[in-house]
């Protein structure tokens, strides 16, 4: 029987990324079925919506879900449809492995982490009161009657709530990640000595959660601050992150940067019954329809996919494919090379290069079809 999943294209250089994860996937031998719905400038001028309900529906039924990048157009009052979509689904931990290949031009050795961060609430609630409005008038009145601080009158207001509730679902979520895939260490990251009550609650919860996994797990914490320059100097001395929403997407994209840029990076969205797949990289508008970008970090997430679904083998196949495309250097993407190197390949040749590995692969363990050997029942 197939997989039914959702295939959610995107915008930008979303269509062509999704389509190379897409082959790849058929190519592993593994059988799905495809649903394929728009969301973002798509799915605007057909739905009138950017998030439209059935896109919602399908994922629901599906509960998996592979999705290209979403342009948000910046400062015009249209929410994220990617946040918007994390929101509606409950995918409350966002998990981002960064681990540097072989080959992948980087200034490191060895990365091998991973971040877990909070998706649903700190600042990315998109609870936010527009200067000028009677809501933020209110708000600056409020705070002033309330403890005397005072808010400038022309200000623009952004609420980050952080919960116990909230925290102890993805901080637990993170050590039983890491006892899962047999890493040693969970380290927490937070700006508790300023933000006492919001990330102090962060940090207090994952002392808590941390005691029970003691002996099984090491646990310890960093201020965001520090932790970036740590990470720039010595990322090998890191295991599993967890991060409250903001400064796990700022730190993602830092470590994007130490296993060789978002081409190469790939992510989950993970909830209590659904998951949704896609880079971490956005939909680069300017290199829509160029044949040009790195298919690499979509492909990847469609590797954790398949780990998800309990497609073990051939997510090994798939990742080991990457791999050697990576290793050999040869059939890689622009971002893989010096610049002015003029030996780079286009999407499609990188993504033609990883299936001719997989079919290699599957050549000489005796399995011509590709397909899996795993029952899936
Ligand atoms: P971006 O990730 O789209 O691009 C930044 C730069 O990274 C690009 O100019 C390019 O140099 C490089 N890059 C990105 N993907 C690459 C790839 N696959 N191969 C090679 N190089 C790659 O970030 P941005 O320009 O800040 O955002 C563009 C749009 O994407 C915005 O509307 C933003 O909101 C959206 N976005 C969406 C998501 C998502 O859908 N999950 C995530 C981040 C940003």
């Not at 200067?131 to 022309?154: F, M, N, Q, Y």
């Not at 290069?353 to 899936?376: C, F, T, V, W, Y």
């Amino acid at each position: 029987m197939a997989y039914k999943v959702t295939l959610i294209p995107g915008d930008g250089i979303g269509p062509e990324v999704a389509a190379a994860a897409q082959a790849c996937l058929d190519a592993t031998g593994v059988s799905f079925e495809w649903e394929i719905l728009e969301a973002g400038e798509g799915a605007i001028a057909k739905h009138g919506s950017p998030l439209p309900e059935p896109l919602l529906e399908s994922i629901r039924r599906n509960k998996v879900a592979l999705k290209g990048p979403i342009t948000t157009p910046i400062g015009t009052g249209i929410r994220s449809v990617n946040v918007g979509m994390r929101h509606a689904l409950d995918l409350y931990a966002c998990v981002r492995p960064c681990r540097l290949y072989p080959g992948v031009p980087a200034h490191y050795r060895q990365v091998d982490l991973v971040i877990v961060r909070e998706n649903s609430e700190d600042l990315y609630a998109g609870i936010e009161y527009d200067d000028g409005t009677p809501e933020v008038k209110e708000l600056i009145a409020w705070v002033k009657s309330h403890g005397g601080k005072t808010i400038r009158p022309d200000a623009a207001v952004s609420l980050k709530p952080i919960s116990a509730s909230a925290s102890e679902r993805v901080i637990r979520f993170a050590f039983e990640y890491a006892l899962k895939n047999r890493r040693k260490k969970v380290t927490a990251v937070h700006k508790a000595n300023i933000m006492k009550f919001s990330d102090g609650l962060f940090l207090e919860v994952f002392r808590r959660v941390a005691q029970q996994y003691a002996g099984k797990l090491e646990a310890e914490d960093r201020l965001v601050d520090n932790m970036c320059m740590q990470l720039v100097q010595r990322p090998e001395s890191f295991d599993v992150l967890v991060l409250p929403n903001l400064y796990g997407d700022i730190l993602s994209d830092l470590c994007a940067g130490l296993i060789g840029g978002l081409g190469v990076a790939p992510g989950a969205n993970i909830g209590d019954q659904i998951a949704l797949f896609e880079p971490v990289h956005g939909s680069a508008p300017r290199y829509q329809g160029q044949n040009k970008v790195n298919p690499t970090a979509t492909i990847l997430s469609g590797m954790l996919m398949l780990r998800h679904l309990g497609e073990v083998e051939a997510a090994d196949r798939l990742e080991q494919a990457v791999s050697v495309v990576l290793r050999e250097g040869k059939s890689v993407t622009y971002d893989l090379k010096p610049r002015g190197d003029n030996s780079v390949v286009g999407t499609r040749q990188m993504t033609e290069a990883i299936i001719d590995k997989l079919q290699g692969h599957s050549r000489e363990s005796g399995n011509p079809s590709g397909r899996s050997s795993l029952s899936r029942g």
